[in-house]
């Protein structure tokens, strides 16, 4: 799995696959769409596949009766998979479930050992002018809220997608895949008759390097109701009860 390459050589190899010159100074008024092309190619890619190279986790330790958290600086929430949660520090690690309903508590939080997170984004009004801005980013809220200090969480997820800017930048994701994604792109927007075969292309060889290393698809959470982890179990399959509704 051709890994680290620089933005530079990606170019040079998507100049390559679409038959532009390799000449750096013929074609150069194009190179900004060209690496703006393969940096999001890359992210599409980190943001699809939960990839096995770059599987990592960290833990974060819970106060009592604390139920919000700021996420850990090396896993925002776009690359949590998991979070589980362990009542003492040789405790089992169990799952947490995704997803908070309005109606899961009535008054003060609940104290217990959490089953439950999401993610609360922050809306701020300005004064002046009544503009609403929204922070989607936010922070990690859980439910119950730990009823004693020594409970910890740990976040499994992926590793942060590098930037892919400067020349010198290196992918974190297969550079042959980035580059013939890019290419089918490319080919495409020029209407090139190749265009479907550098395509398919791209295809096979991104389902070689999955079954290769065991990838799967990431399953984030959105508007259709999937959770983080896969889809939120019913009753009788789930690790983690249910909650219709938290006593405050």
């Known amino acids: 799995m051709p890994l680290g390459v620089t933005l530079l050589e990606l170019r040079r190899e998507l100049r390559a696959e679409t038959g532009t010159s390799l000449n750096p100074n013929q074609g150069i008024q194009a190179q900004d769409t060209l690496d703006i092309i393969l940096a999001r190619q890359q992210r599409e890619l980190w943001d699809a596949y939960n990839w096995q190279h770059l599987k990592i986790w960290t ?3 819970l106060a009592a009766n604390q139920s919000v958290y700021s996420y850990p600086q090396i896993m925002a929430f776009d690359q949590i998979a998991n979070i589980y949660v362990a009542d003492s520090p040789t405790g089992k690690w169990e799952l947490l479930t995704y997803g908070i ?3 899961m508590t009535h008054g003060p939080v609940p104290a217990g050992k959490p089953l ?3 993610n609360v984004p922050t809306v701020t009004v300005d004064a002046t002018d009544g503009t609403v801005i929204t922070n989607p980013v936010g ?13 910890s969480l740990r976040f499994e997820g992926q ?3 590098s930037p892919l800017i400067s020349p010198t930048d290196t992918c974190i994701i297969d550079s042959k895949a980035i580059v013939l994604f890019a290419a089918a792109e490319v080919m495409a927007t020029q209407k090139s008759e190749a265009a479907p075969m550098k395509l398919t292309k791209a295809q096979n060889y991104l389902r070689r390097i999955l079954a290769d290393q065991g990838a799967d698809k990431r399953q984030n959470y959105n508007m259709g109701g999937i959770y983080r982890g896969g889809n939120d179990p019913d009753k009788s399959r789930r690790s983690v009860p249910y909650i219709d509704y ?3």
């Open 159 to 161: 590793a942060p997608l």
């Open 59 to 61: 833990d974060q330790s």
């Open 116 to 118: 439950r997170w999401r």
């Open 139 to 151: 922070q990690l809220e859980i439910l119950p809220a730990p009823s004693a200090s020594g409970m």
């Open 246 to 248: 938290i006593p405050g």
């Open 101 to 103: 309903k309005a109606f």
